[in-house]
């Protein structure tokens, strides 16, 4: 059978892994490649994951310690395209979405790094992301045609990325999952757009005022730093039937690090922490409110891992649902109950949800 263009064009795209291909490839090249979701079982496997997924945080890191202001369009969306990438990749995504959202995190990545212009301004629906709230899109883009949008880089690249995490959400699980992304995208673009509005330049007066010197002793202030806006998630998941810190999986304690190790290093001033607790399905106890119970073991175990790392927060919202909001299904038939319960590890999970800011 003889390849169809497009096979040509994704094996030429291949054979170019080690070079940068702008206009022939549709972007600067990535080379990070998550494993396979068949061989995403084993903790080595999602332990190379988590280091690939590493590698790239420092990478824009770097990029910042070598001028790339931390609020720029571009690094700014990398950065929010690495979040939705792990965030979903913890919450055991088996779709493409991981993958892709990794890529296009990297794609930014290297066009910074080599320099490359000019820089995409679009904002692909990887994984064929629906295309929710139009108002939002149609309010970003005039941001960006706007006068004040570079006052408004982070807030734009963030509620665009949250969209299609949104849109990705939805294809997937309807609007019960969607919803709340689509809120951190509401809420970036209001926050864009009075930021936007308070940094565009004022038209010209009629009258030009005659300018006062000021005292020699007067002081010079900095001007204050800019206010970011941080959304941070992480689901922390639990072996079978277990809720002690031993039972956490290996790859969710090393996302839960790299989400404080974050919050360290940016100086993130945390506003609030929410902590929502799940089991399975499975209960063989005959106590109809074990699973209950066993989420609300899980979410005390993560408020106290949190405490004793020194991300104590005041109001910490904490609530325990059981088993009324499973992610898996996993209707099909399996050979043993190991398979089973294998198959809804999803389900056994802390989901941590925080909001802060760097600056202001």
Known sequence: MNPTPRALSMALCTALTFTLSLSLCGGASAQTQLAPQAQRISDAAIHADYQAYQA????????????????????????????????????????????????ESEKLIVALETHATPLPMDTPLVNGAARLRPDLWER???????GGFACAWNQVACAEVELVHAGNEFNQQQWRHAKPYVQIAEELVAEGSDAAAACAPAPTPAVVAVPVPAPATAAVLAPAPEKRLVALTVSV??????????????????????????????????????LVGYADRLNSTGDKDYNQKLS??????????LAAKGLVVSGTVIDAKGDTAPIAACQGNYTSQAETEECLLPNRRVEVELQGHVGG
């Not at 690094?75 to 395209?81: D, G």
């Not at 913890?90 to 991981?98: G, V």
């Not at 039937?241 to 974050?262: G, K």
């Open 296 to 305: 609300q073991r899980r979410v005390n175990t993560v408020r106290d891992l």
């Open 237 to 274: 998941l639990f072996d079978f039937d277990q809720h002690t810190p031993a039972h956490i999986r290996a790859f969710s304690r090393a996302a839960l690090d790299a989400l404080l190790a974050r919050i360290q290093a940016e100086g993130i001033a945390v506003d609030s922490l929410r």
């Open 140 to 146: 970003s883009a005039a941001l960006k045609q706007g």
């Open 56 to 103: 790239l945080q420092t990478r824009i890191h770097q990029l910042n310690e070598h001028g790339v202001p931390v609020r720029n369009y571009h690094l700014s969306k990398a950065q929010c395209w690495l979040d939705v990438s792990l965030h979903e990749y913890t919450r055991n995504d088996r779709s493409a979405f991981p993958q892709e959202a990794l890529t």
